[in-house]
């Protein structure tokens, strides 16, 4: 019997929830699977078999029986395949490979002096060069590549402006899909942060929540209802420049008192260089004297926190998500800014909606954008089980 166009396109979402099922809920039987998406057994076993000559399932032996013959178990192959996340940030490029199921397998982090497009570019291409040589043994090899930039990106890749790296339109997509193949995303680094979160870090158990990115600048990825919202790319753009304080520093926007001049890493570091003029200090320096009992340094933290709190309340009252997370660089902070914003988020958010908001610093701290930009390729392969990715 010849099978129609639509009779295929029903097996593949077929075969995907299938796929999606085992993932989820593994181990599990065939009549697991029938039982949890109403699918009759035969066509379960069928949809199973291929999955499993695809090497994207394999069988572990038997389970418990519950009266009959003891079902054999499946479980998702997460070593069928790889995938490298890369996070453009300004001092550097942090990069992971991981296996299906997100698993770091190795990271690299190269330093960045110099972000022109070409030496960017350059710098990717040897870091997913490197990641890729002696990889486990797998039949997919590297399935497919995401990236994490600061800045805009529109919905079919394009840089279309990253400030803090000096990029303008920059199709950097095209640079690579030539060496790379096709099934390369590129995404806005705080989207990318918040759906690393989403999958594995802080906001596993969320499903409407807000990522702020906060390094040299802020920025924000929302999740509603589970996912990634699309909608928020030029949110994400603003949100480190909204105001909250009308006499505060000259923002590189033009106007004054951004919430980026007083809560980033950026305005932690400036208040540094005048509180220790003669000396060059970074975020790990400050951290490590702070909790030596400095007290320039937990005053400089806990007005960095306080001023993190302002725009937070802002968000709390506006949005009132269920979770926000603080990811990226300030992250490593972590306990040295929760009193004082803790704090100000108390004084002024409003009761109702600050009882229903959480805020978390990021558990996957600074690799929160690398790991999500790694998931995009990977839900990509998995959307599609009959997709032949080249090893």
Request: charged share 20%.
């Amino acid at each position: 019997m010849k099978i129609t166009g639509d009779q295929q396109l029903i097996k593949k979402m077929n075969k995907t929830i299938v796929l999606d099922t085992i993932r989820q809920r593994q181990p599990l039987s065939r009549a697991d699977i029938s039982a949890a998406i109403g699918l009759n057994k035969a066509t379960v076993s069928s949809l199973v078999a291929e999955l499993i000559d695809s090497h994207l399932v394999t069988e572990i032996g038997p389970g418990e029986s519950s009266g009959g013959r003891k079902p054999t178990l499946l479980l998702f192959n997460k070593q069928a395949g790889f995938a490298i996340g890369i996070d453009i940030r300004v001092s550097d490029l942090l990069a992971v490979l991981v296996d299906l199921e997100g698993n770091v397998i190795r990271e690299k982090s190269v330093p960045l002096d110099d972000f022109t497009p070409d030496n960017v570019i350059d710098q990717i291409r040897k870091t997913i060069r490197q990641l890729s040589r002696k990889l486990p043994e797998s039949p997919y090899g590297i399935v497919g590549i995401g990236i994490g930039v600061p800045g805009l990106v529109d919905e079919k890749s394009h840089v279309v402006s990253a400030p803090n790296l000096g990029w303008n339109q920059i199709d950097l997509l095209d640079f690579l899909t030539s060496e790379f193949g096709s099934n390369i995303h590129i995404d806005n680094e705080a989207n990318a942060g918040a759906i690393g979160e989403k999958l594995f870090g802080a906001g596993i158990d969320s499903q409407n929540l807000i990522y702020l990115s906060i390094g040299i600048g802020i920025g924000a990825g929302i999740i509603v209802g589970g996912e990634l919202y699309r909608g928020a790319s030029n949110f994400s753009g603003e949100v480190g420049h909204m105001t909250i304080a009308e006499d505060g520093p000259l923002c590189r926007c033009g106007n004054r008192g951004c919430w980026e001049t007083l809560a980033s890493e950026k305005a932690l570091l400036d208040q540094a260089a005048q509180a220790w003029p003669e000396s060059s200090v970074e975020l790990e320096d400050i951290l490590e004297v702070a909790r030596s009992g400095n007290s320039t340094a937990i005053e400089l933290l806990n007005r960095i926190g306080s001023q993190l709190g302002v725009g937070l309340a802002n968000l709390v009252n506006i949005l009132n998500p269920e979770l926000i997370v603080i990811g990226n660089r300030l992250s490593i902070a972590g306990g040295l800014l929760q009193d004082s914003m803790l704090r100000t988020i108390e004084e002024r958010s409003l009761s109702y909606h600050r009882n229903k908001t959480h805020v978390d610093f990021a558990k996957l701290g600074i690799r929160s954008t690398a790991l999500g930009a790694a998931s995009l390729p990977i839900t990509s392969f998995l959307a599609d089980p009959d997709i032949s990715v080249e090893s």
